[in-house]
C-alpha cells in the first residue's frame, strides 16, 4: 500500500504564491508518474500538472506559465509551485501517484488552497 500526504496549502491574496508538496512512502514502485490535479466546489476533479517518471511535464493551459510541478525521487515527493495566484485557483488540490506497470493508482487526502481577491 502507498500513502501519499500533501501540504502547504493555505490562504494567500490573489498575486501570491504557495508551493504544494507531496510525499509518497510505503509500497512504492519505481516506474510511476505523479500528477497534481484539483477540485472546485460544484465542479468535476481537473488535472493541473502532470510529471512523469522521466520528468517530462505538462500543464493545464489554465496554469501553463505559473505553476511549475517538480519530483524528487530520492525523497519520493512531488512539488507544485503556485505563482501569481488567481482567485479561479482556490480549490483542494489533490496528489495522484499512477504506477502503470503494476495497475496502481493512488490519491492523497487533498490539501485547500484559497486565493482572496
Known amino acids: 500500500q502507498v500513502q501519499l500526504v500533501e501540504s502547504g496549502g493555505g490562504l494567500v491574496q490573489a498575486g501570491g504564491s504557495l508551493r504544494l508538496s507531496c510525499a509518497a512512502s510505503?509500497?512504492?514502485?519505481?516506474?510511476?508518474?505523479m500528477g497534481w490535479y484539483r477540485q472546485a466546489p460544484g465542479k468535476q476533479r481537473e488535472l493541473v500538472a502532470h510529471?512523469?517518471?522521466?520528468?517530462?511535464?505538462s500543464y493545464a493551459d489554465s496554469v501553463k506559465g505559473r505553476f511549475t510541478i517538480s519530483r524528487d525521487n530520492a525523497k519520493n515527493t512531488v512539488y507544485l509551485q503556485m505563482n501569481s495566484l488567481k482567485p479561479e485557483d482556490t480549490a483542494v488540490y489533490y496528489c495522484?501517484?499512477?504506477?502503470?506497470?503494476?495497475?496502481?493508482?493512488?490519491w492523497g487526502q487533498g490539501t485547500q488552497v484559497t486565493v482572496s481577491s
Open positions: 510505503g509500497s512504492i514502485f519505481s516506474f510511476n508518474h
Open positions: 495522484n501517484l499512477d504506477s502503470p506497470l503494476v495497475g496502481s493508482n493512488y
Open positions: 510529471i512523469t517518471n522521466g520528468g517530462s511535464t
